[in-house]
């Protein structure tokens, strides 16, 4: 068994194959493991410069569990108090806290009661809607509409019903919320997929329950995830290989075989993963025969990304972990992104303080900084003078919330579209695949088992959607597929659903 990519979802692939008895090689082409999960090494300095949000620990329990291990020992975690800092010209701020009871207090003192009572509303039907969605779609093989609505039966539906799935996530939120802020802050929610709050379906609204169900601050950064999946695949007996870039996947009487790699080694194997943009497969980028392992239509791409990996001295505004500097019109953002593929003249910037923690203290010392401001997925076509011109903006918006930074004894190293693209190839720089507009988007994610017999898909731009947790279970939906088609057995695993991850019974505790 061959698993392309240590992402979260090839990671979590090859810990269950493993655990099933299969012999599983692991081929990335980086020199570690995390996929778009990474560090970058600023002035000696570790900046995580990837996703740097944990939530879902149940996810990662469950797997760790199946294999005979503590997550939570191997991977220490604390949990969040507060879920982030959001700050609006002008100086107004909300520190939104990650206790319900907490947050509805601080959303009352910002924006009145009744906003707060809208909150309770939006919290309660998030939380009614995320239960039967988790049961129905996100733990178990992609569902068609009408799949999905069997699964979910008439309680299911009824709890779903509650956020309107059928709605677009910004005209909902004006069901709860007056203050525009308010709809701005939560509307943000689907840029967690790559999508416009503007054409995003309603059912994002669960993020709000996901976060408030739990938000971690990993020990040693989010790479830390990925660093003990990849111990935990090796020790269940898969063998992980890095710098070893597949080049081709190879095809025998119709049927995914093995692999080439570029340095021309060939591998054989009964049965192939994937865990890259699907988009590769059918632009040929790993060999003509594997065409058929990708989607035949062309995709609406999710957002791409301008990030800068900071160490700088920096002083003024008090940062928080996790910080929005939200821009003054979000429409217009969002038309500019995938409008007219342009990077925004006021983009929304979100700002990772990895050396600061939830309550808010003045700036010491040398600060690890990473930047992220929305872009269209264009890869190679955004020109210099455009990525300067974000630069420059970018430094700007800060300076006027009253951030100052050193910029002339800063180091920032800079990721573009470009870049992303070169990384993840077939994706035009796209990080959430494809972008899920309008209510029915999430049923055109690629499913595990593709048109080709042997070759199956895995990570973040296939079935449940993207995000650190959502590409696990995609890989472990992947490797219980394949189980099934290969006939593996796992006696050590814990009943499960068929046809689906099990799920617990009551969250995860806090750790820390």
């Given at each position: 068994?061959?698993?392309?990519?240590?992402?979260?979802?090839?990671?979590?692939?090859?810990?269950?194959?493993?655990?099933?008895?299969?012999?599983?090689?692991?081929?990335?082409?980086?020199?570690?493991?995390?996929?778009?999960?990474?560090?970058?090494?600023?002035?000696?300095?570790?900046?995580?410069?990837?996703?740097?949000?944990?939530?879902?620990?149940?996810?990662?329990?469950?797997?760790?569990?199946?294999?005979?291990?503590?997550?939570?020992?191997?991977?220490?975690?604390?949990?969040?108090?507060?879920?982030?800092?959001?700050?609006?010209?002008?100086?107004?701020?909300?520190?939104?806290?990650?206790?319900?009871?907490?947050?509805?207090?601080?959303?009352?003192?910002?924006?009145?009661?009744?906003?707060?009572?809208?909150?309770?509303?939006?919290?309660?039907?998030?939380?009614?809607?995320?239960?039967?969605?988790?049961?129905?779609?996100?733990?178990?093989?992609?569902?068609?509409?009408?799949?999905?609505?069997?699964?979910?039966?008439?309680?299911?539906?009824?709890?779903?019903?509650?956020?309107?799935?059928?709605?677009?996530?910004?005209?909902?939120?004006?069901?709860?919320?007056?203050?525009?802020?308010?709809?701005?802050?939560?509307?943000?929610?689907?840029?967690?997929?790559?999508?416009?709050?503007?054409?995003?379906?309603?059912?994002?609204?669960?993020?709000?329950?996901?976060?408030?169900?739990?938000?971690?601050?990993?020990?040693?950064?989010?790479?830390?995830?990925?660093?003990?999946?990849?111990?935990?695949?090796?020790?269940?007996?898969?063998?992980?290989?890095?710098?070893?870039?597949?080049?081709?996947?190879?095809?025998?009487?119709?049927?995914?075989?093995?692999?080439?790699?570029?340095?021309?080694?060939?591998?054989?194997?009964?049965?192939?993963?994937?865990?890259?943009?699907?988009?590769?497969?059918?632009?040929?980028?790993?060999?003509?025969?594997?065409?058929?392992?990708?989607?035949?239509?062309?995709?609406?791409?999710?957002?791409?990304?301008?990030?800068?990996?900071?160490?700088?001295?920096?002083?003024?505004?008090?940062?928080?972990?996790?910080?929005?500097?939200?821009?003054?019109?979000?429409?217009?953002?969002?038309?500019?992104?995938?409008?007219?593929?342009?990077?925004?003249?006021?983009?929304?910037?979100?700002?990772?303080?990895?050396?600061?923690?939830?309550?808010?203290?003045?700036?010491?010392?040398?600060?690890?900084?990473?930047?992220?401001?929305?872009?269209?997925?264009?890869?190679?076509q955004l020109t210099q003078k455009e990525v300067e011109t974000c630069e420059t903006r970018m430094r700007a918006r800060l300076a006027e919330a009253g951030l100052a930074i050193d910029w002339a004894t800063a180091t920032a190293i800079r990721t573009s579209p470009d870049d992303f693209a070169r990384?993840?190839?077939?994706?035009?720089?796209?990080?959430?695949?494809?972008?899920?507009?309008?209510?029915?988007?999430?049923?055109?994610?690629?499913?595990?088992?593709?048109?080709?017999?042997?070759?199956?898909?895995?990570?973040?731009?296939?079935?449940?959607?993207?995000?650190?947790?959502?590409?696990?279970?995609?890989?472990?939906?992947?490797?219980?597929?394949?189980?099934?088609?290969?006939?593996?057995?796992?006696?050590?695993?814990?009943?499960?659903?068929?046809?689906?991850?099990?799920?617990?019974?009551?969250?995860?505790?806090?750790?820390?």
């Amino acid at each position: 068994m061959i698993v392309i990519g240590a992402g979260m979802g090839g990671l979590s692939a090859a810990i269950d194959l493993a655990q099933s008895g299969a012999r599983v090689s692991l081929f990335e082409a980086a020199s570690a493991p995390g996929g778009k999960m990474r560090v970058v090494r600023v002035n000696g300095a570790a900046v995580d410069s990837g996703p740097t949000v944990f939530t879902m620990g149940w996810v990662f329990e469950q797997l760790f569990a199946e294999a005979g291990a503590d997550f939570w020992a191997r991977v220490p975690c604390a949990r969040a108090k507060v879920l982030a800092r959001h700050h609006w010209r002008g100086g107004a701020m909300l520190d939104l806290p990650a206790a319900a009871d907490a947050a509805r207090a601080a959303i009352a003192a910002f924006a009145g009661e009744r906003e707060a009572d809208g909150f309770d509303r939006f919290r309660r039907d998030a939380a009614r809607a995320y239960a039967p969605l988790r049961e129905a779609f996100m733990t178990k093989a992609r569902p068609s509409p009408v799949e999905l609505a069997r699964r979910l039966g008439p309680s299911g539906l009824g709890a779903l019903m509650a956020v309107n799935p059928f709605a677009r996530l910004e005209g909902r939120l004006r069901h709860y919320f007056r203050d525009p802020r308010l709809r701005q802050l939560f509307g943000r929610y689907a840029t967690y997929s790559g999508a416009s709050p503007y054409a995003a379906p309603a059912t994002l609204m669960v993020i709000a329950h996901v976060e408030l169900d739990g938000v971690w601050h990993v020990a040693g950064g989010m790479i830390a995830v990925a660093a003990a999946m990849a111990a935990l695949a090796a020790q269940s007996g898969a063998v992980l290989r890095y710098d070893s870039p597949v080049a081709e996947i190879l095809t025998r009487g119709g049927k995914a075989a093995g692999v080439k790699l570029a340095s021309g080694e060939e591998i054989p194997a009964e049965a192939v993963l994937f865990n890259g943009d699907p988009d590769a497969l059918r632009d040929g980028l790993l060999g003509a025969a594997a065409r058929d392992g990708g989607p035949r239509d062309a995709p609406r791409r999710s957002l791409s990304a301008l990030t800068w990996s900071i160490a700088a001295q920096a002083s003024g505004f008090t940062l928080l972990r996790h910080n929005v500097f939200f821009s003054d019109d979000y429409r217009a953002e969002f038309d500019a992104l995938f409008g007219r593929g342009e990077i925004p003249a006021d983009p929304t910037l979100y700002v990772c303080a990895q050396d600061q923690g939830d309550a808010p203290q003045a700036l010491e010392g040398p600060q690890r900084l990473f930047v992220l401001a929305n872009a269209p997925a264009r890869g190679d076509q955004l020109t210099q003078k455009e990525v300067e011109t974000c630069e420059t903006r970018m430094r700007a918006r800060l300076a006027e919330a009253g951030l100052a930074i050193d910029w002339a004894t800063a180091t920032a190293i800079r990721t573009s579209p470009d870049d992303f693209a070169r990384r993840f190839p077939g994706s035009a720089g796209a990080l959430y695949g494809r972008a899920i507009h309008g209510p029915l988007a999430s049923f055109t994610r690629p499913a595990s088992r593709t048109r080709l017999a042997g070759l199956y898909l895995a990570g973040g731009a296939t079935h449940p959607s993207a995000g650190v947790p959502m590409a696990t279970l995609s890989g472990r939906l992947a490797a219980l597929q394949i189980a099934t088609d290969l006939g593996l057995r796992r006696p050590s695993r814990p009943a499960a659903i068929s046809g689906s991850i099990s799920t617990p019974s009551a969250p995860v505790p806090a750790t820390g």
